[in-house]
C-alpha cells in the first residue's frame, strides 16, 4: 500500500488501484489535530457509515468496494473504495441554526446566500433544509462559504443541481429515520465524486458524528445550546480554555475524552440498534 494522504481525521492509501480509506481515532476543532485521541472513535465512525451507506444505497451511489477486504492492521476502521474524481465543494444540508451557519444568518440573515426567516435562534428548526456549500480547504485552512450560484459556475449548472438534490435527499431520508430513533441531524457535510464512467457517486463518510450535528430529540429546546452527540463537546471545551486556536493545541482531560467516547457511542446504539 501507498499513503496519498493524510486528513485531520482519515488516512488514505492506493492499494490493486482500490482506495483504502483509514479512519483514527484523531479528533480536531477550529481546524487544528489534537494531541489526545478519541479511543474507539475510528471505529464507530467507520461502522456508522457503513451502515449509513446501506440504509441509503437506494438514494446515491456510494464508493464502497468491501469492509473487510483491508489489511488487518486496519480492521473495523477501514473500508475498500472505488476512487473518485473528488469534487471541490463540501455539501451541507441544514435543518436547524447552528454552528457557522447561526453565524451567518445573525450577521447577514442567510446562510451560504439562502435566505432565511428573522427572529430565528441558536437551534431553531429551518421552514426546510437548505443547501450551504463551502470551499474545501487544505489542512489548517478553513472552509469558507460559497452561494450555490458559484457552485454552478465553477461546476457547471447540471452538476450543481444533482449536488443539492442529492445532498438535499440524503439529509430528508437519514434525519426522518434518525428522528424515528430519537435524535435529530441538524446538519451534515457531504463529500461527491465522479467514478470511472462518470457517475456521480458519494464518497468520504456519511451521517457520523463527525460529519453532522446529533441531538437528542427529547432535550430539543430552540434558544440555546443542545445537547451534543458529537465532537462539539470537544469544541465547547476547547472553547472554554484559554488556547488561542492555533498549534499546538493543548491534551484533552481525560474526563472529556471519556464523556466524548460515552457520546459517539449512544449516538452509534441509538441510531443503529446494535449494541458497540
Given at each position: 500500500m501507498k499513503l496519498i494522504h493524510s486528513g485531520k481525521v482519515r488516512d488514505v492509501y492506493e492499494d490493486r488501484g482500490d482506495i483504502i480509506l483509514v479512519a483514527s481515532d484523531r479528533v480536531s476543532v477550529y481546524d487544528v489535530i489534537l494531541p489526545t485521541p478519541i479511543p474507539d472513535k475510528g471505529k464507530i465512525l467507520t461502522q456508522l457509515s457503513l451502515w449509513w451507506f446501506e440504509q441509503l444505497a437506494d438514494v446515491v451511489p456510494n464508493h464502497v468496494i468491501s469492509a473487510t477486504d483491508v489489511p488487518a492492521e486496519f480492521a473495523g476502521r477501514a473500508v475498500r473504495c472505488r476512487r473518485l474524481d473528488m469534487i471541490p465543494v463540501e455539501c451541507i444540508a441544514r435543518g436547524y441554526l447552528a454552528g457557522m451557519g447561526l453565524k451567518e444568518y445573525q450577521r447577514d440573515g442567510a446562510v451560504s446566500g439562502v435566505p432565511l426567516p428573522p427572529g430565528l435562534a441558536e437551534g431553531s428548526r429551518l421552514p426546510e433544509a437548505i443547501f450551504t456549500p463551502t470551499t474545501k480547504a487544505q489542512l489548517g485552512a478553513h472552509d469558507e462559504f460559497i452561494?450555490?450560484?458559484?457552485?454552478?459556475?465553477?461546476?457547471?449548472?447540471?452538476?450543481?443541481?444533482?449536488?443539492?438534490?442529492?445532498?438535499?435527499?440524503?439529509?430528508?431520508?437519514?434525519a426522518e429515520l434518525a428522528r424515528e430513533r430519537g435524535i435529530i441531524i441538524a446538519d451534515t457535510k457531504l463529500e461527491f465524486g465522479l467514478d470511472a464512467a462518470g457517475t456521480l457517486t458519494l464518497g468520504d463518510e456519511l451521517l457520523t458524528s463527525d460529519s453532522s450535528r446529533f441531538w437528542p430529540l427529547a432535550d430539543w429546546e430552540p434558544g440555546r445550546p443542545q445537547h451534543a452527540y458529537d465532537k462539539q463537546f470537544v469544541r465547547d471545551w476547547a472553547t472554554g480554555t484559554d488556547w488561542d486556536k492555533q498549534s499546538p493545541a493543548p491534551e484533552i482531560p481525560t474526563g472529556i475524552v471519556d464523556a466524548t467516547r460515552a457520546r459517539y457511542v449512544e449516538a452509534y446504539e441509538r441510531l443503529t440498534g446494535k449494541a458497540w
Open positions: 452561494t450555490f450560484e458559484e457552485v454552478t459556475a465553477e461546476q457547471g449548472p447540471e452538476l450543481a443541481a444533482e449536488l443539492r438534490r442529492l445532498t438535499l435527499e440524503v439529509y430528508r431520508r437519514g
